[in-house]
């Protein structure tokens, strides 16, 4: 099964600042059809999950364009050009190639 | 509006068994996919079983294989997880999921909550 690894597992940031968030697998996520299916949730506390990324790098519907997501093969990452209160919460990868799917770790984004 | 409501959640004793529901609205459920996602307690997110809108393809975490039965009734726009021999660790807030890993697709249900404890 593939392992996903996310770091760090808490990410205390200043408002205004970037963030980044890396996740990586234990196998290339790349799939037989060319594409890479990698995934970007966001949890914020008492809700469901909302995705915001998905095939690494494509928004999701009403994403704002802070957010953005890069990488290959096995080494991804999530940014945060500049960080907002709305953004606290809990952020996780999650690769969608390999059966079964598996969801890093989670990372804890709060303000500082 | 889309809306993924789960019910059927609840205290089961271990070894009990326990079927949860999801009602879909407002997209066209038979078109798409759909997942069944867990959180235990103050932990993260672990994917538990996938199905494709004809139900003919189905996937499941090593975890519940073998205990858990997905399925779902495209008549009905529901979606159904079957638990048996529940455990302790079967625990946590189940969420049903429509999630399109290849286009701009996500849905969400608010989650039900499972508690296995004698």
């Known amino acids: 099964d593939v392992v996903m690894t996310q770091s760090p597992l808490s990410l205390p940031v200043t408002l205004g600042q970037p963030a980044s968030i890396s996740c990586r697998s234990s196998?290339?996520?790349?799939?037989?059809?060319?594409?890479?299916?990698l995934n970007w949730f966001q949890q914020r506390p008492g809700q469901s999950p909302r995705r915001l990324i998905y095939?690494?790098?494509n928004w999701d519907s009403g994403v704002p364009d802070r957010f953005s997501g890069s990488g290959s093969g096995t080494d991804f990452t999530l940014k945060i050009s500049r960080v907002e209160a709305e953004d606290v919460g809990v952020y996780y990868c999650?690769?969608?190639?390999?059966?079964?799917?598996?969801f890093g770790q989670g990372t804890k984004l709060e303000i500082k | 509006e889309v809306q993924l409501v789960e019910s059927g959640g609840g205290l089961v004793q271990p070894g009990g068994s326990l079927r949860l529901s999801c009602a879909a609205s407002?997209?066209?459920?038979?078109?798409?996919?759909m997942n069944w996602v867990r959180q235990a307690p103050g932990k993260g997110l672990e994917w538990v079983s996938y199905?494709?809108?004809?139900?003919?393809?189905?996937y499941y975490a090593d975890s519940v294989k073998g205990r858990f039965t997905i399925s779902r009734d495209n008549a009905k726009n529901s979606l159904y997880l079957q638990m048996n021999s529940l455990r302790a660790e079967d625990t946590a807030v189940y969420y049903c999921?429509?999630?399109?890993?290849?286009?701009?697709?996500?849905?969400w249900g608010q989650g039900t909550l499972v508690t296995v404890s004698s």
């Open positions: 999921a429509c999630i399109s890993i290849a286009a701009r697709l996500d849905y």
């Open positions: 407002g997209f066209t459920f038979s078109s798409y996919e």
């Open positions: 199905i494709s809108s004809s139900g003919s393809t189905i």
């Open positions: 196998q290339s996520l790349v799939y037989s059809d060319g594409n890479t299916y």
């Open positions: 095939k690494v790098s």
């Open positions: 999650m690769q969608g190639t390999h059966w079964p799917y598996s």
